[in-house]
C-alpha cells in the first residue's frame, strides 16, 4: 500500500494503526532517512541538510534506500510505504522494480499496491505541523492541539520523557516541505489517477474516522 499526502496530512499515524491491525511494516522514507542521519552514514551526512531546509533528497539516493528495505523479508507479506514514492521519477521506479524483481512470475495475478491520498486543508496542515510532538524514547507522536499528553510536553507512556518538536517543523521550513510537494508530489497523484489505482481519503476527519476509511478501501480491494 502507497500512502500519499502532504506534510502533516497523518501519513505516520495511519501508517501505524495499518501496520497493528495487519502485522505488515510501515516503510516511511523520512523514518529511514531521520535514521541515517542520526547514525551519521554517507547518506545521512547528504539528507542532513536538505532535509533541514524542507527539500527533497535526490531520487538516487531515496530509490537506493527503499530497494534495500523492500528486500528485507519482513516486507514478503506486503508493507505501507508511508512518504513514498514522492516524485513522478520515483513513482515511475517503483512500478519498474515491481515488475521486475518484486512480483512472483509463477504468480497468476499481479497485485499493484493500493494508493491511498489523504487529503487535508491547509490551515489544518499548518496546525498540525506546528503542533507535532513526539517522544524520543518510545516514538509516540501527539499533538498539542489535537492529541496532547496527560501532562504539558510530557510521555503519557515513557514516564518523565521530555516531548521534542521535529527540526524540519519550524515555521520557516514548513512552508519549501509544502511548496515541494505541491511541485513535486502531486504530479505523483495523477500518474497514479490516470492508472486507475489512486483513492481518496478525506484526512481532515478525526484519526479513527480516517483509519475506518483505509480500512475499508483494503477490504474491499482485498475482496
Ligand atoms: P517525512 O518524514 O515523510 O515528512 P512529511 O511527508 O513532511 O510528513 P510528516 O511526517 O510531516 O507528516 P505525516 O503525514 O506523517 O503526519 P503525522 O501522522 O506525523 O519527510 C521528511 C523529509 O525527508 C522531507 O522533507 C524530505 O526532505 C525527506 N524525504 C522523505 N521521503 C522522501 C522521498 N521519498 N524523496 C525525497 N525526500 C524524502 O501527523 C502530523 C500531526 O498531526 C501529528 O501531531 C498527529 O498527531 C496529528 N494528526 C494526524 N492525524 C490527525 C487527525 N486526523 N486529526 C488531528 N490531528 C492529526
Redo the contacts with the bound molecule.
Sequence with gaps: MVLL??????????SKRIMERYGIPQI????L??EHVSRGTELGVV?KS??AR????S?DL?CNMVRQRLMQPDCKRGYIL??????AA?AGWLDALLEDELFDNSCPTKAWPIVIR?VVDYNQLLL??T???SCPTCGR???VH??PPRFDEVCDEAHGTKLVA?N??RLEVIQP?LT?FEEQTRPVAEYYRQTGRLRSVN?????DE?TAEIIKIIEDHQA
Excluded: C, H, W
Design positions: 499526502g502532504p506534510p502533516g496530512a497523518g501519513k505516520g499515524t495511519q516511511s522514507t523520512g523514518d532517512l531521520r539528507a536538505i532535509m524542507g527539500e527533497l533528497v531520487d531515496v508511508d512518504g513514498f514514492p514522492r516524485t520515483q489523504l498540525r505541523i503542533g507535532r510532538r507522536i501527539y499533538n489535537f492529541q521535529r524540519d517543523d516541505r515541494a484526512g481532515d476527519q478525526p484519526v480516517v
